[in-house]
């Protein structure tokens, strides 16, 4: 494994660094070839203190990358790519399923049983087992996606490379995050939580619970409710405007798996969807 040490020194000198820096080069894919293979990932959440542990030294590396290897051109069968990146490969050796249109950035984590429908995953993400990446999803570079979530088509979740000390996106394992959503700059999903279709999760965006009125920590999710989008009317002197905000509309039975039909009635109850 790499010293820490050792990537955070090439940092230090990164804008004297090039292509032609092959033990610097060489030290910084040791770092990505781990991240691929899932022996090292950028962030995880620390259960004793609820909180984001980001490795920052690893973005370091990832941001380093791309000083240290040129563009270069990639074929695919009848597909080209031109970047400083191949694409992951030996998709059937980590028992990951990927059909035509999807890929993923090699540098980027892909658990045993993932799907990849059309979608991108970028470099330094983690997608963990059984989790379904489905048609026109983008996982953004450094997001962390944990097991048995469902990212239903056209999901944004937003990547945090820079700068490197920021918390990237996480989503806590068997959630599930409905069509055209949106998931961006470091906010989380909590375990087992269900976002509406639409509905766009950011640390500035409100968060009320529907039955006290309370609101919420922003930028997170709690653990198993469901959360859709809303409005709240605000008083400017241009006149009373509706602003945005996310309703927690619902709290669900933690550690057990809900049926979409369940889900898709509550929502119906409150005019949203999944």
């Given amino acids: 494994m790499v010293n820490p040490a050792e990537i955070e020194a090439l940092y230090e000198r990164r804008t004297s660094l090039s292509p032609d820096d092959v033990n610097a080069r060489s030290l910084v894919f040791e770092v990505l070839t781990e991240l691929d293979q899932g022996s090292l990932r950028v962030a995880e959440v620390d259960v004793a203190s609820d ?25 695919v069968g009848p597909f080209e790519f031109v970047d400083r990146l191949p694409l992951k490969h030996d998709y059937a050796r980590a028992g990951v399923r990927v ?39 983008t996982v953004g570079s450094c997001a962390q996606v944990g097991e ?34 949106m998931v961006v700059e470091g906010a989380r999903v909590g375990e087992g939580a269900v976002v509406g279709a639409g509905t766009i999760v950011t640390p500035t965006i409100p968060i009320f619970d529907l039955a006290t009125g309370e609101e919420l920590p922003r930028g997170m999710i709690p653990a198993w409710s469901v959360a859709v989008s809303g409005t709240r009317q605000r008083e400017t002197p241009g006149g009373t405007f509706g602003m945005s905000c996310i309703l927690i509309i619902s709290r669900l039975e933690p550690g057990r798996r809900h049926e979409k039909t369940e889900l898709n009635a509550i929502l119906r109850d409150h005019g949203a969807g999944l």
């Fill in 51 to 75: 909180t984001v542990v980001v490795r920052d030294w690893i973005k370091k590396a990832i941001l380093l990358s791309f000083r240290l290897r040129g563009l270069a051109t990639h074929t």
């Fill in 99 to 137: 059909v035509p249109g999807g890929s993923a950035r090699f540098g980027s984590y892909l658990g045993p049983g993932v799907t990849l429908m059309p979608s991108y995953v970028n470099i330094g993400a983690w997608v963990g087992a059984e989790t379904m990446v489905d048609t026109w999803v």
């Fill in 148 to 181: 048995r979530v469902h990212l239903s088509g056209g999901v944004g979740i937003g990547g945090v490379l820079e700068p490197p000390q920021a918390v990237p996106v996480v989503i806590g394992d068997d959630a599930f995050v409905g069509s055209r959503a």
